[in-house]
């Protein structure tokens, strides 16, 4: 019988890919995924030419008559164009491209792909695959942009997916259907079958609109089509969270990977409950000290959490004037001693290579950073201008950054998104790269960083601040990891990610 094949570049967590497979399964669709390399942190600029012949022959095996490819980020077109030219001129066969690339920037992908479907894809790709299954075209979709056919059509979007619940869980149990093809060698069996962390999400959308973020670009895309920010019901989610557990019972952490997590008190009283009667795993979040405040925070801990990615970004200041973010300093303070206080583990991010961050609002966030108590995690991103967002358009507008500086069409996203020492930087940008570093850490008191932060030497020759600040995050992983493999939490994803970084003298902040 024909199949669908889904296509996942370096991505072996791929919710979207699995989110699809379960829509087409539903739809009575026999669906394969096929899962190539390891994850964003070390691609190849090329694919392996020994893994594509392998994948493509198991797909001509297994019959596979239509293929969709997630095109994540704009960084991998030249490895997705690379493999849709080889299974267009191997297979013959019509092939899909969907993801958040593919979303923002559908311009740069309709030349590629035989069709794009863009935004929400489940019920898109459902009559996609029903079409061109019949032999028939899919010119005329809803939220489906082609050239087949010899037209172009660039069919509007539908209406958001009001209801989440309707939505089928990822497939964690069809593992004759999955296939994970790396470092010459092909795996039977999803790729996260004995992870001991299990990813899920219980939202869509976003109730903030950063203007740094890819969410301010899907809102606009999706405005008057149906509620941005859409929650999933309780019962849906430990539903969900059961079945993992009966599937993949090397299960030990849950992580909810929304980009906040749901902010609304009633949802959260009745998740805390049940999740704790039902469930009783340490779980982390993503959040905002604006939205964590003391009786949000008690009623978490108590349920299980351990572990918060704290959006801080920068002072408070800037987040306001630049980003669209209410982010008070003396909140992040209130929200990192509070979660330290119930044993909640804050890991705060920051974000650095803004063109409009001033010397001045450098030191401002090393101060934030100092005033916080210690210890607390750290991750650094260096800014990414993803295609569409308000910041991006802004400083296209002004003429601070040119097309070249968007992602996709450069791999800064692929070698710097966590910001480490292997890009070339202004020595005043390493010199504060290396005293955020140290500024969580207990071994260098503060008012020496704070005094390193404005001595002019030091500006301009940090070599030795750079050596001490990769040095102490490199102790600090180990101590990190030690403490996660005693747990039984250290995926095998991580573990190989780390031994990468670590290889590379490119390991981020922890």
């Not at 019901?233 to 909810?256: C, D, G, H, M, W």
């Not at 704790?276 to 959040?287: E, H, Q, T, V």
């Not at 290579?353 to 934030?368: C, H, I, N, T």
Request: proline share 5%; aromatic share 8%.
């Amino acid at each position: 019988m024909p199949r669908v094949g889904l296509i996942s570049l370096f991505v072996v967590e791929s919710n979207g890919i699995r989110l699809l497979a379960s829509a087409l399964r539903r739809a009575g669709y026999d669906t394969d995924e096929y899962y190539l390399g390891y994850h964003l942190h070390h691609v190849k600029r090329t694919l392996d030419a020994d893994d594509v012949k392998r994948l493509i022959a198991t797909m001509r095996e297994r019959g596979v008559s239509v293929v969709g490819l997630s095109a994540r980020i704009g960084a991998l077109l030249p490895q997705a164009i690379e493999l849709t030219r080889a299974i267009q001129q191997e297979l013959r066969v019509p092939v899909v491209w969907g993801g958040a690339h593919v979303t923002m920037a559908p311009e740069e992908c309709l030349d590629h792909a035989d069709y794009l479907v863009l935004g929400e894809g489940e019920s898109a790709m459902v009559e996609v695959t029903s079409r061109l299954m019949a032999g028939e075209l899919a010119t005329d979709i809803a939220n489906v942009w082609t050239r087949a056919g010899g037209t172009e059509q660039r069919n509007p979007l539908r209406p958001l997916v009001a209801d989440l619940d309707s939505l089928a869980y990822p497939d964690y149990h069809s593992n004759s259907d999955k296939f994970w093809f790396r470092d010459g060698r092909i795996d039977e069996g999803d790729p996260l079958a004995k992870e001991p962390v299990y990813r899920l999400m219980v939202t869509r959308g976003c109730v903030n609109n950063c203007g740094f973020c890819g969410v301010s670009a899907f809102r606009r895309l999706y405005e008057g089509r149906g509620r941005f920010y859409r929650v999933r019901s309780v019962e849906n989610t430990l539903a969900e969270l059961e079945y993992a557990l009966q599937v993949r019972p090397k299960i030990r952490r849950i992580r909810f990977d929304d980009e906040l997590f749901v902010p609304r008190k009633d949802w959260l009283e009745d998740f805390c409950r049940e999740y704790k009667a039902r469930i009783n795993l340490p779980f982390d979040i993503l959040s905002s000290p604006r939205i964590l405040d003391d009786q949000t925070i008690e009623l978490l801990a108590g349920a299980g959490l351990d572990l918060v990615y704290l959006g801080v970004q920068t002072t408070g200041a800037a987040n306001q004037a630049r980003y669209e973010r209410t982010v008070p300093d003396h909140d992040v303070r209130r929200c990192v001693a509070k979660l330290a206080e119930h044993g909640v583990r804050p890991v705060v991010q920051v974000l650095i290579d803004d063109p409009d961050a001033s010397l001045a609002e450098k030191r401002a966030l090393l101060g934030v950073l100092l005033a916080l108590p210690r210890p607390y995690d750290l991750l650094i991103y260096s800014l990414c201008h993803w295609p569409g967002t308000s910041r991006t358009l802004q400083l296209l507008e002004e003429g601070r950054i040119g097309p070249e500086d968007v992602e996709g069409r450069n791999d800064k996203v692929l070698r710097q998104f966590n910001a480490d020492f292997t890009r070339p930087r202004a020595a005043v940008d390493e010199l504060f790269l290396a005293l955020y570093m140290l500024a969580n850490k207990r071994l260098v008191p503060r008012p020496i960083l704070f005094w390193l932060s404005s001595h002019g030497y030091f500006a301009e020759n940090p070599q030795r601040v750079v050596e001490l600040a990769r040095a102490v995050n490199m102790g600090k992983l180990v101590v990190r990891g030690s403490s996660a493999l005693l747990r039984g939490e250290l995926s095998f994803h991580t573990l190989r990610q780390w031994l990468g970084d670590w290889n590379n003298r490119s390991l981020p902040s922890i």
